[in-house]
């Protein structure tokens, strides 16, 4: 049983203190703001009401579970866990304040982490008294049912450290991750071209959004590029992307989208704005499909190599393993199929010839073939 520290209730502070709870843990939660409290408070009620109306839990364990959330009021009562996740706004001053406040709250031996989603986790460690125990700890929302975490050790992080957060995260019945300390991590980086390649495709007039949707849910991903945008908010996505792009130094292959940027401005924002790519006024029709198998085969095809290009260069770069990468694509964003044993089906010369047949059409960048599935062919290699 351990004593888990939480900074932040809001969308993702939730989803964590579920996590703990369920999992055995007491969690001690600050917030700073009194409104944001009281919803958390509101909001666990609820699930825990919704989840005994559903017969998934019963009304003992529900109250087993709420006895172990502790809302304190003084970020000083955090002084006794041994784990502290922050959950606040994505922030770069507010995170360094928090944290260096409390490298001063608590005892030598706890471990602060952040669940920054765009921050470098080096950084923050450089604010706090020991940064061998600094980790990033990014939970997928909804945090409490999304299984995969992705584990970032900052260049100051101990393996100590990163082998006990990783055991306290299979404790919790997640499944983590190793990333390295780089841009979008594995997850949020792989996955760009699944949008960035969609907008592109648009934008280039090959089809509308409902056709590439269609082309990529007949391929067997759950949700459509343009669907998933709306269901994230393009304001979030784009954000996302922006970040990305702006810290890998402009590279092209990260390069957002005017269409996407200008929906943003006008505020359709998606679902939950009732307007993105899509209407989603109560009485709107989606659009009629209307592509032909071959073009949304052309479309399937260029979307998945640009996935698996990026997965093999993250690879190449050693953003993670192997296996992690697989997990982290099929568990974290629910793809049909590891992007690594992907290429193998396609054949890794096969994906080497449609980069470089993209290059040549447009000579850009951004079409750049791994160089590991270069290397590949020339050695006649495989993944798996
Ligand atoms: N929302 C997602 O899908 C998602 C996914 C993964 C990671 N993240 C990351 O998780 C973090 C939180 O995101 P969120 O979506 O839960 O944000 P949110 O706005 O829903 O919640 C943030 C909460 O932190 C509180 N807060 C702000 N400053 C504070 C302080 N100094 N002390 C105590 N509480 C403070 C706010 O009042 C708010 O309740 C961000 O770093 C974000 O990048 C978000």
Request: net charge neutral; aromatic share 10%; hydrophobic share 40%.
């Amino acid at each position: 049983m351990k004593k888990i520290g939480l900074v932040g209730a809001g969308t993702m502070g939730q989803g964590i203190i579920l996590t703990t709870i369920q999992s055995n843990c007491d969690v001690f939660v600050y917030e700073s703001d009194d409104n944001s409290l009281n919803r958390a408070q509101q909001n666990l009620r609820k699930y825990y009401d919704k989840e005994i109306l559903k017969s998934r839990v019963t009304e003992a364990l529900a109250r087993e579970h709420l006895a172990k959330v502790h809302f304190v009021k003084n970020i000083q009562e955090l002084f006794a866990c041994e784990v502290v996740v922050e959950a606040i706004i994505e922030d770069p001053q507010a995170k360094r304040e928090l944290f260096s406040l409390l490298s001063s709250v608590v005892s030598d031996n706890c471990i602060l982490a952040t669940n920054t989603s765009s921050l470098s986790i080096s950084s923050l460690a450089s604010v706090v008294r020991n940064p061998e125990r600094f980790i990033g700890i990014h939970f997928f929302n909804p945090a409490h049912l999304m299984k995969l975490v992705e584990v970032i050790p900052a260049i100051q992080t101990s393996d100590e450290t990163v082998h006990f957060v990783k055991n306290l995260l299979l404790a919790c019945n997640k499944i983590p991750v190793i990333a390295k300390d780089t841009p979008g991590f594995i997850v949020n980086r792989i996955a760009r071209p699944y949008y960035g390649e969609a907008l592109k495709i648009y934008e280039e007039g090959i089809a509308e959004p409902v056709d590439i949707d269609f082309a990529m849910t007949q391929t067997g991903f759950k949700m459509g590029p343009f669907a998933l945008m709306d269901f994230i908010g393009n304001d979030i996505n784009f954000q996302v992307t922006e970040i990305v792009y702006n810290s890998f130094f402009q590279d092209p292959k990260y390069r957002p989208s005017f269409t996407q940027k200008r929906l943003v401005e006008a505020g359709y924002f998606g679902v939950k704005t009732g307007r993105g790519f899509y209407s989603y006024a109560e009485n709107a029709n989606r659009p009629i499909v209307n592509i032909t198998p071959a073009d949304a085969q052309y479309i399937s095809d260029r979307i998945v190599i640009m996935l698996i290009n990026e997965a093999v260069d993250a690879l190449f770069f050693n953003i993670a393993t192997k296996e992690d990468i697989e997990i982290s694509m099929t568990k974290g964003v629910n793809y049909p199929k590891g992007l690594l044993r992907w290429a193998d089906d396609f054949g890794i010369e096969e994906c080497v010839k449609r980069m470089d047949d993209l290059f040549n059409v447009y000579h850009d960048t951004r079409y750049r073939c791994s160089p590991l599935l270069r290397k590949m062919t020339k050695l006649n290699q495989k993944f798996y």
